[in-house]
């Protein structure tokens, strides 16, 4: 499989006093994630296209180059994702799938549609950080452009984005903002 490195050519190494990935964490993640991708079908015991957006690895000194495992990862994701695709449309039909990414996009729109500044949660608690409201919001009316008007927008952008924090009810709560990017890229990967 060439979306991860082999385990020949392993990943480059941060100094030895910069933090990076924890090598063990990966390695393992990874020969677990190429079993799976080369079983050639996706099964109820496979890595999803959802755990390897999810998976996190301990920071460690002298650890793995992240920006090189993220890539590795993203491209791993995007390529679980079609498989997971074609499988639907394989066995439920075309339409199964069309209903699915109508589902997810209906749902996003519905949050993508409320006022700037009202679309998340605030926290509860003042002084727990929190995102941006504006750098949130600039990026959901991107979102929106993308969905309702086809404007063009790399699933890389939403993996990629980063906000100003902002403290307490200032903010938007991060956990919320969060899981609705994780639907976001679901959606962009299941449909490029």
Same mark, same amino acid.
């Given at each position: ?45 496979? @890595? ?31 390529? @679980?994702?079609?498989? +997971? ?15 699915? @990414? ?15 500044? +009202? ?11 929190? *995102? ?13 452009? *993308? ?17 100003? +924090? ?5 903010? *938007? ?11 976001? @890229? ?7």
């Amino acid at each position: 499989m060439d979306l991860i490195r082999p385990a020949s050519a392993p990943f480059a190494r941060v100094g030895r006093r910069e933090l990076g990935y924890n090598t063990r964490q990966v390695d393992r993640f990874l020969t677990r994630a190429r079993g799976s991708y080369d079983a050639g079908h996706p099964a109820t015991d496979g @890595i999803t296209s959802r755990e390897v957006r999810s998976v996190a690895f301990d920071p460690v000194r002298g650890g793995y180059e992240p920006q090189a495992v993220d890539a590795a990862l993203d491209r791993l994701e995007d390529a @679980i994702a079609q498989r +997971e695709r074609d499988h639907l449309i394989m066995t439920e039909g075309e339409d199964a799938w069309l209903r699915q @990414i109508g589902r997810t996009a209906a749902v996003l729109r519905r949050r993508l549609h409320r006022p700037a500044g +009202e679309r998340f949660r605030r926290p509860s608690k003042q002084g727990t950080p929190s *995102y941006d409201v504006e750098d949130v919001d600039r990026l959901c009316d991107q979102l929106l452009q *993308y969905l309702e008007n086809q404007a063009p927008m790399s699933v890389d952008v939403v993996r990629r984005a980063v906000f100003r +924090e902002a403290r307490g009810g200032d903010g *938007y709560e991060e956990n919320q903002v969060d899981s609705f990017l994780d639907r976001v @890229i679901e959606l962009m990967a299941g449909i490029d």
